[in-house]
């Protein structure tokens, strides 16, 4: 049996600094392992006791019976250390250390952290700064937390990994009032040693979790977190994260456009996206969404029919499915005559309103097993209105029967304020939720299409040659034509009067730039000009050489002519390294369309050419590549494979890569390829 597993699953937990007082949390352990039902053996260490809860007390961890597959460390940070330490080497598997003051507290409890780790040696350590783990599927409660206070703790397929302790006890004790079983519950607190992939991994494989729900403040492994991802999606097991901290503060502060429009939260949006993960946009979506997937259920596509015996609950889901890009078609002609039958009305409307039909149990059984049968929905809401408070088992039991067979969705909306209706409904694994809102993200979850698999990351590579720091923007495209994406005709010059004769060499109407490493943003500092003819080159280059450098306080390098282009979509494809996660790309409306509208899609490295195009498709101004009110179409297979070579680059360059961009790329009508007409690189 593995460290973790032993972790999971002990057969013995030693309880170290356990007190006898179970108003204080050293004495809610013991209580909580011996009140839940845990049916191994419990050691208490505390020196001053003989015995408590029943149980023998032992002096000190050398008077163990030996090494326990568990320890619950309940000493602060000035003794917790030596008591690892002495856990290690008597073969303990797993510690968990509840104190904080820590990492968490800064500089010292960053080093007593690091000296705690280094006293477990090869012994795993949960924690420390964790309220410890849940095991309710086999009565094995290894916490402190509060919440098990409460009497009934429904047992469920659900899982869940979070980072905060205080939210693993929020999370059992909402989902207990709601009737909403968890199997197993882990606060990884610091994560000295084991954190959120280690358990996502063994949870992937756990044979009593069908549902894995995150909750997430940043990832310490995003490479490991990424394998566990898809080991978990190789398992058909769903994983829902809420990831916190959104702010995107110190955007602003980025070099390129790319910087400023992918912010590190984009970049876990990105990530999840990729890897299949749900993101779950509110906390509530937390239980919401796991619970609907614990069903076992999965909606085939977007059409879902609304039962309702109230007219304005009816129109709130209609309205919240709406908004969620579900469509809500009226019944067919053969749904339609069957449900007209039953009511003795005409069935044209979706929301189908059973008000004047009366509720009775024959009339909403043979309305919901139509709407299920009718080859029209892929899914069906059902509205538990007030009359439910009068007939509570209605709802519930005509569901139940239902869904007999079936494996289209029912979901359940309580309209009134009615927690035990909506309790009782979750019990029978019904989904069922008390807002509209929470109604469209479960179905949404349950209409998403697996995720496809992910392309192997590859190795970086030497390339030799490259200077370091920010490149000019003819070097830049310089890097960029290494990896196969074409810039439009131009030539360097040193003076002026080299610029004009660039110019008559290039011919027609030309943009001319100045050329610094120190200049990203040379709009602004009135460093291009486009439309020039030749004969005016010479001159706007002495002016512009000027302008610049009383801007900057700088003067240019020199100075770049180029071909003008015209008659493509200008679009923006951008690299960008974070240190956590790694190098994303990002792509979207070029120009002053960047920073402007923002319709940009972003994925994180590697790239499959499946998720290129799908980035495209998620932009909207994707209408403006396929050719719009009489526009030629953009050549968008170019466009595909300059995002595959600029992808290729980032991971060719790896670390080595900070920042790169092109905007604009022009992309030229289909067969006439893609021209990048201005870049900038940053290498570390």
Not at 246 to 274: C, K, M, P, V
Not at 572 to 577: P, S, T, V
Not at 608 to 627: D, I, K, V, Y
Request: hydrophobic share 45%; glycine share 12%.
């Amino acid at each position: 049996m593995s460290e973790l597993h032993r972790l999971l699953r002990p057969r013995s937990v030693a309880v170290v600094g356990a007190s006898a007082d179970p108003s204080k949390t050293t004495g809610r352990p013991i209580g909580y392992l011996l009140r839940h039902g845990f049916g191994g053996e419990v050691w208490p260490v505390n020196p001053r006791v003989a015995e408590l809860s029943g149980l023998r007390c032992y002096p000190d961890i050398a008077s163990l019976p030996g090494g326990p597959d568990v320890a619950i460390v309940l000493l602060g940070p000035e003794r917790a250390g030596q008591a690892v330490r002495e856990l290690a080497e008597r073969g303990t598997g797993a510690a968990i250390v509840l104190a904080g003051g820590y990492a968490e507290a800064g500089g010292e409890g960053a080093d007593r952290q690091q000296a705690l780790r280094e006293a477990a040696g090869t012994m795993r350590l949960l924690g420390p700064n964790t309220i410890g783990l849940v095991n309710l599927a086999d009565r094995i409660v290894l916490s402190a937390s509060g919440a098990l206070e409460i009497g009934e703790l429904p047992p469920g397929r659900i899982s869940l990994v979070s980072q905060s302790g205080g939210i693993l006890g929020a999370v059992l004790s909402r989902a207990a009032a709601q009737g909403i079983g968890f199997a197993r519950l882990v606060s990884t607190g610091n994560e000295a040693d084991l954190e959120v992939a280690d358990f996502l991994d063994l949870l992937a494989e756990d044979p009593g979790t069908d549902v894995i729900a995150l909750y997430l403040e940043g990832l310490r492994r995003p490479e490991a977190f990424r394998a566990a991802a898809r080991k978990a999606a190789a398992a058909g097991k769903p994983v829902v994260a809420f990831k916190v901290g959104r702010s995107e503060a110190g955007a602003a502060a980025a070099i390129s456009h790319t910087g400023a429009l992918s912010g590190a939260d984009r970049l876990y949006d990105a990530l999840f996206r990729q890897l299949g993960v749900i993101r779950a946009e509110r906390f509530s979506d937390l239980l919401d969404i796991p619970a609907a997937l614990a069903s076992g259920r999965r909606a085939a596509g977007r059409r879902v029919a609304v039962l309702t015996s109230t007219g304005g609950a009816g129109a709130l889901l209609a309205d919240s499915f709406g908004l969620a890009g579900f469509e809500l078609p009226p019944p067919d002609a053969a749904t339609a005559t069957r449900i007209s039958a039953l009511t003795g009305e005409a069935a044209a409307a979706n929301p189908l309103d059973l008000t004047l039909a009366g509720l009775k149990p024959e009339v909403f059984r043979g309305a919901l097993t139509a709407l299920l049968e009718s080859p029209s929905y892929d899914a069906v809401t059902v509205v538990v209105g007030s009359s439910a408070l009068a007939q509570p088992r209605l709802a519930a039991d005509a569901i139940a029967a239902c869904q007999t067979g079936q494996e289209k969705p029912v979901l359940a909306y309580v309209s009134p304020h009615a927690p035990a209706i909506l309790a009782a409904l979750n019990a029978q694994r019904i989904p069922a939720t008390a807002a509209p809102e929470a109604a469209a993200a479960m179905l949404a979850s349950l209409a998403r299409p697996l995720a496809a698999a992910a392309p192997e990351a590859a190795q970086a590579e030497s390339q030799p040659g490259l200077p370091s720091g920010p490149l000019d923007e003819a070097e830049s495209k310089a890097l960029f034509a290494r990896f196969g994406v074409p810039a439009v005709r131009e030539e360097t010059a040193r003076t002026p009067a080299e610029a004009a004769e660039a110019a008559r060499r290039i011919g027609g109407r030309v943009v001319l730039k100045a050329r610094s490493r120190h200049l990203s943003h040379k709009t602004e500092a009135g460093g291009v000009r486009v439309g020039l003819t030749s004969e005016e080159v010479e001159a706007e280059a002495e002016r512009m050489l000027a302008r610049v450098a009383a801007a900057t306080g700088r003067a240019p390098d020199g100075l770049l002519v180029q071909e003008q282009v015209s008659g493509g979509v200008e679009m923006i494809l951008g690299l960008r390294r974070d240190p956590h996660l790694g190098t994303a790309l990002l792509v979207g409306l070029g120009g002053v369309a960047a920073e402007v509208f923002g319709d940009t899609a972003l994925r994180v490295l590697p790239l499959s050419r499946t998720e290129a195009e799908a980035m495209l498709a998620e932009l909207r101004g994707r209408r403006l590549l396929e050719g719009f009110r009489g526009t030629p179409q953009a050549d968008i297979p170019a466009l595909l494979d300059a995002m595959m070579r600029f992808a290729a680059m980032g991971e060719a360059l790896g670390p080595r890569l900070l920042e790169a961009e092109i905007n604009p790329l022009f992309v030229l009508p289909r067969g006439a390829g893609v021209r990048a007409a201005d870049g900038l690189a940053v290498l570390a």
